[in-house]
């Protein structure tokens, strides 16, 4: 192929075809337990609530609930994917060998968002809220009597299942008056899928009896009702190992916020007098983002972290 500018925008064109299609392809699984926000400036504040409790009724004046002093503020990080295409390639008729290549750094470039969101809700064992706990914490309040405990550290089963939900279930806000959480997505890793299915998909569980002592004891098994099956979304993630993690995801803010300041797209060096092009008869393409993503309150989601 002839290098002038003509060719070199059709080649691109191509690229630019094939890196969206890319990007179509990858999935978004993150978007179930995530709310998404559009960034303007390179730091985001923002503010919250001090009190959670819904609407009461009204005799006297009105209480106001004020937005807290503490705010949070996150900045956007930035991010990127290069590759180079030999000119020589391009003029022998071989760009088809990196159509593959661009079309993989659309389909990484489209996960972003959810890495970014993995980060947050593996990181909240340590990453500090706006009340300076971890945001899975023990220990957290609100107001003077309810406690948040969104912190354990029990592996997946059963009964580690039915407590979490029972605590997210009690979680009250500052006026004492139920949160109302609904927990209806169960986050595990590969090693957890088949203690999740068995918690929530299967309608009947086997139950075990030690009947007798000694060399006359024998162990009867059963089976009875299962009443969990149905009560939660089971979600794969391939990132997490033992971890697992029951959110709410029916509330107007999800309990992972992915900020976005800048979506990625194919940009290119390719003119004769770019450096590059003229130094080392290679073309670059590339392309990079800009955001972050975070945690938002600490009810809409219980995280059990197994040594």
Not at 38 to 53: D, H, I, R
Not at 84 to 90: F, L, P, Q, T, W
Not at 262 to 287: H, Q, S
């Amino acid at each position: 192929m002839d290098i002038n500018r003509a060719n070199m925008n059709e080649l691109f064109r191509g690229y630019n075809m094939l890196f969206q299609k890319g990007m179509e392809m990858a999935p978004h699984e993150y978007q179930k337990f995530c709310t998404e926000l559009n960034s303007t400036t390179a730091v985001e504040v923002y503010p919250f609530l001090e009190q959670f409790g819904g609407m009461r009724e009204w005799i006297g004046d009105r209480e106001i609930k004020g937005v807290s002093s503490q705010k949070l503020q996150v900045a956007n990080r930035d991010f990127e994917d290069t590759v180079s295409v030999k000119r020589n390639d391009i003029e022998d008729d071989k760009y088809g060998l990196y159509s593959h290549l661009i079309q993989t750094m659309g389909f990484n470039a489209s996960q972003i968002w959810g890495d970014l969101a993995i980060e947050a809700l593996l990181g909240g064992e340590d990453a500090t809220w706006i009340d300076d706990l971890a945001f899975f914490s023990d220990t957290r309040k609100y107001g003077d009597e309810a406690t948040i405990d969104n912190l354990g550290s029990a592996a997946l089963s059963m009964d580690a299942y039915a407590t979490a939900r029972l605590t997210m279930l009690k979680y009250r806000g500052h006026t004492n008056r139920p949160i109302k959480v609904n927990p209806n997505l169960l986050i595990v890793g590969p090693a957890n899928e088949g203690m999740a299915h068995d918690i929530l998909k299967n309608s009947r569980k086997i139950t075990a009896q030690v009947v007798g002592d000694g060399d006359n004891a024998k162990v009867i098994t059963g089976t009875v009702d299962n009443g969990y099956a149905g009560t939660a979304e089971i979600l794969i993630l391939p990132e997490l190992d033992k971890e697992w993690f029951l959110a709410d995801t029916t509330k107007p803010l999800k309990p992972i916020i992915v900020q976005k300041r800048k979506a990625p797209v194919l940009t290119r060096l390719d003119k004769e007098d770019d450096e590059n092009v003229f130094m080392r008869k290679e073309f670059i393409y590339g392309t990079d983002a800009r955001g972050e993503a975070f945690a938002s309150f600490p009810h809409l989601i219980y995280g059990s972290f197994p040594a």
